[in-house]
Nanobody
Framework: QVQLVESGGGLVQAGGSLRLSCVAS????????MGWYRQAPGRQRELVAT???????NYADSVKGRFTISRDNAKNTVYLQMGSLKPEDTAVYIC??????????????WGQGTQVTVSS
């Protein structure tokens, strides 16, 4: 079994910064794509950023230029550096990972989420 645990959420003022972390643990042969999604009350879950094992990234237009996704493969960890935060960024941020077992079967895992609140 694989668990994803996020950390780093909190309350910040508009214009501030936060760095989120997500650590994958358990029986892991390898991890391909990892990413961050977010969901605010009354809104659907939204893709924020993804990164492949090779380092290829993509971002939602709403965060491009402000957020940076990165990963440490040795630590099975993905990060989301968030800058120039806006109240519209307020949401629960959820970690996602595509994890391979030793038989190269891929499973999609989700974390519990971490709350990010940006005050006006």
């Amino acid at each position: 079994q694989v668990q994803l645990v996020e950390s780093g959420g909190g309350l910040v003022q508009a214009g501030g910064s936060l760095r989120l972390s997500c650590v994958a643990s358990g029986i892991i042969f390898g991890i391909d794509r990892m990413g961050w999604y977010r969901q605010a009350p009354g809104r659907q879950r939204e893709l924020v950023a993804t990164i492949t094992s090779g380092g290829s990234t993509n971002y939602a237009d709403s965060v491009k230029g402000r957020f940076t996704i990165s990963r440490d493969n040795a630590k099975n960890t993905v990060y989301l550096q968030m800058g120039s935060l806006k109240p519209e960024d307020t949401a629960v941020y959820i970690c996602n990972a595509h994890v391979f077992n030793s038989r190269l079967y891929e499973y999609n895992y989700w974390g519990q989420g971490t709350q990010v609140t940006v005050s006006s």
